[in-house]
T-cell receptor, first 113, second 114 residues
Framework: KAGVTQTPRYLIKTRGQQVTLSCSPISGHRSVSWYQQTPGQGLQFLFEYFSETQRNKGNFPGRFSGRQFSNSRSEMNVSTLELGDSALYLC????????????FGQGTRLTVV | AQSVTQLGSHVSVSEGALVLLRCNYS??????LFWYVQYPNQGLQLLLK??????LVKGINGFEAEFKKSETSFHLTKPSAHMSDAAEYFC????????????FGTGTRLKVLA
């Protein structure tokens, strides 16, 4: 069974640009969450989607947005990039039900120059 | 609100020695707890999870963790460290019912010395 797929794996963008990251969850999983990982802040929760609805949002500025499609694939967008947005962005998919674990993709490494 | 504290951002052990990585949690409801491992430039891989079925949880690669409600702890152990165990380890708690949001600890980087 295929795992969580994130594309692209690496990105280099310039300050002020925008970027879109993609995540395809495990087949049958309806929940997708996004996390930002940086050396200084660790793993910070960005958003959670279930059946195309955003259920939770982390404490990030409005430049960070996301969506989920009917096939459960998800995208996140960051507009007006800042140097501090450089991070590893991780997507996780969950089947559902209490206590079920999240399966993580390999992440997208975003570098803002 | 749920939270997780991992004591020790860096831990070094000799190959063959006991591995002990500490995790304490705070939760207003019975928690779901997880340990994940991350290798360089990779995502997170689940080692084990606690969902109230048993207090001693066995995971992959010889790791296990014991849930102690009285101590609000969920420490990760392995009897004998291997060089391949060198990685970063994260403890996480589920944020509550009806959500799959996790709260992660700050991570512990394990170094295994030959």
């Amino acid at each position: 069974k295929a795992g969580v797929t994130q594309t692209p794996r690496y990105l280099i963008k310039t300050r002020g640009q925008q970027v879109t990251l993609s995540c395809s969850p495990i087949s049958g999983h309806r929940s997708v969450s996004w996390y930002q990982q940086t050396p200084g802040q660790g793993l910070q929760f960005l958003f959670e989607y279930f059946s195309e609805t955003q259920r939770n949002k982390g404490n990030f500025p409005g430049r960070f947005s996301g969506r989920q499609f009917s096939n459960s694939r998800s995208e996140m967008n960051v507009s007006t990039l800042e140097l501090g947005d450089s991070a590893l962005y991780l997507c996780a998919s969950t089947l559902g039900g209490g206590g079920t674990e999240a399966f993580f993709g390999q992440g997208t490494r975003l570098t803002v120059v | 609100a749920q939270s997780v504290t991992q004591l020790g951002s860096h831990v070094s052990v000799s190959e063959g020695a006991l591995v002990l990585l500490r995790c304490n949690y705070s939760s207003s409801v019975p928690p779901y707890l997880f340990w994940y491992v991350q290798y360089p430039n990779q995502g997170l891989q689940l080692l084990l999870k606690y969902t109230s079925a048993a207090t001693l949880v066995k995971g992959i690669n010889g790791f296990e963790a014991e849930f102690k409600k009285s101590e609000t702890s969920f420490h990760l152990t392995k009897p004998s460290a291997h060089m391949s165990d060198a990685a970063e380890y994260f403890c996480a708690v589920s944020a509550g019912e009806g959500t799959y949001k996790y709260i992660f600890g700050t991570g512990t980087r394990l170094k295994v010395l030959a």
